[in-house]
């Protein structure tokens, strides 16, 4: 069996759900391809389980940004004496 995607989304305040989580785990194997439903419930126990991956993956990008600028920058102050 083979993951082909997690989709994950909030929906739509004017849904018969506001706001809640909803979404889909889609599996292929040899004999086809499954989907399962996730209900807000499943859907948010699936977002805490990546919810430390992607801190630390968001800091990570947030420090490889800032080193970027900084070492791209030229000098802030130009001693013109």
């Known amino acids: 069996m083979e993951l082909q995607s997690i989709n994950i989304s909030r929906t739509a305040s004017?849904?018969?759900r506001p706001n809640e989580y909803e979404g889909t785990?889609?599996?292929k194997g040899?004999?086809?391809t499954i989907q399962v439903?996730?209900?807000n419930k499943l859907s948010s126990?699936?977002?805490k389980l990546c919810a430390d991956s992607l801190t630390r993956a968001t800091k990570e990008?947030?420090?490889n940004l800032t080193a970027a600028v900084f070492e791209n920058a030229g000098p802030a102050i130009?001693?013109?004496s």
Request: proline letters at 5%.
């Open 61 to 63: 990008l947030a420090q």
């Open 25 to 27: 785990i889609t599996i």
């Open 14 to 16: 004017y849904s018969p």
């Open 45 to 47: 126990e699936v977002l």
């Open 78 to 80: 130009e001693d013109k």
């Open 30 to 32: 040899q004999h086809g």
């Open 37 to 39: 439903i996730l209900d």
